[in-house]
């Protein structure tokens, strides 16, 4: 269930006369015709990698406030928007990748396959995910299921991580 982009029912976003916008929409990712959930993912990627570089306390330090501000942005954006939870608002996407590479090593396999575990999570949205999805609204509701499909994603790459 990847977000289709911008269409009548849903309106395109403004960054001239709200910035906001520009944050929730993943630096502009969410604009993508074509699956901007995976594309906002994609983009988080760089991201992941100059924060990874900082040791683990900066590195939750900035995910934690990124979730929060993330709560506060996504919010303003579907109101100004007045949409819930519009298919082009992909900064829950950027948290929820972060948040699978929480503590992981920071080298390619692993980033594809965060990338990978963390996209199953947030498309399937397996349960409690999509109960928190169907159930949440507001900023928190658009950032809670993919918070969620992070950390279930984080977990099976710890998982992962220890068996080998």
Known sequence: MTKPSSTASHPAPDFRRHPLQFLAFGLGSGLSAKAPGTVGTLVAIPLYLLFAQWNLLYYSVVVLLAALAGIWICGAASRQLEVHDHPGIVWDEFVGFWITMWALPTDWAWVLAGFAVF??????????????????????????????????????????????
């Open 119 to 164: 996209r199953v999570y947030d498309i399937f949205k397996p349960w409690p995910v999509s109960l928190l999805d169907r159930k949440i609204g507001g900023g928190f509701g658009i950032m809670v299921d993919d918070m969620l499909a992070g950390a279930m994603a984080c977990a099976t790459l710890h998982i992962v991580l220890c068996l080998l």
